[in-house]
């Protein structure tokens, strides 16, 4: 596999180390000891998988807050997403930043999303299947969201006029960014 950092410490872009030949390729998508030696978190209980009918799909931007916080791994299996995440790190020198990458079922390529990040992503086409692996178990008491559109971020989706979103996605309140000293 190939890390590649973001501009969010912490967040890589994983791309396949293909061997190719006549019949197609083999890769390595996940090894434990790979992400360990990037300083990574190895340690998934949850695999989840989401299906999504129609492009411009929107899901996010989901978090779990402390004890529960979780490290995911997103890949897009069937279709094609714009995969977004948001630094809520209030120590972190990227703080409200984000970062937008293009999953595709054929690019092959993973997100790396750390602890005490937001993630989402709206779906480039029909009938999209993304595949996440998770750090902690889903704690309903944990759950947290921000909006897609808060201003505090300053996210460019790639649609946002005629976007499918569920009522609680869309109703998450304002973001209130810690003040740092």
Request: charged share 25%.
């Amino acid at each position: 596999m190939i890390f590649t950092e973001t501009k969010l410490k912490g967040a890589f872009i994983i791309d396949l180390k293909k061997l190719e030949d006549e019949r197609g390729f083999f890769a390595r998508a996940w090894c434990k000891q790979e992400f360990e030696d990037h300083g990574l978190n190895p340690a998934f209980v949850q695999c989840n998988l989401s299906f999504n009918k129609k492009q411009n799909t929107l899901r996010g931007m989901h978090f779990q807050h402390e004890p529960y916080a979780e490290v995911k791994i997103v890949r897009c299996t069937k279709g094609a997403v714009f995969d977004v995440i948001v630094d809520l790190r209030p120590g972190s020198s990227t703080y409200l930043s984000w970062v937008g990458v293009e999953l595709t079922e054929e690019n092959h390529k993973m997100l790396y999303v750390p602890e005490n990040f937001a993630h989402g992503y709206q779906t480039l086409s029909d009938n999209t299947e993304v595949l996440y692996q998770v750090s902690q178990f889903y704690t309903p008491k944990a759950e947290g969201g921000v909006r897609f559109n808060d201003p505090a971020f300053g996210i460019s989706w790639p649609e946002t006029e005629k976007i499918v979103i569920s009522e609680k996605d869309s109703s998450w309140p304002d973001y209130c960014p810690v003040i740092k000293n």
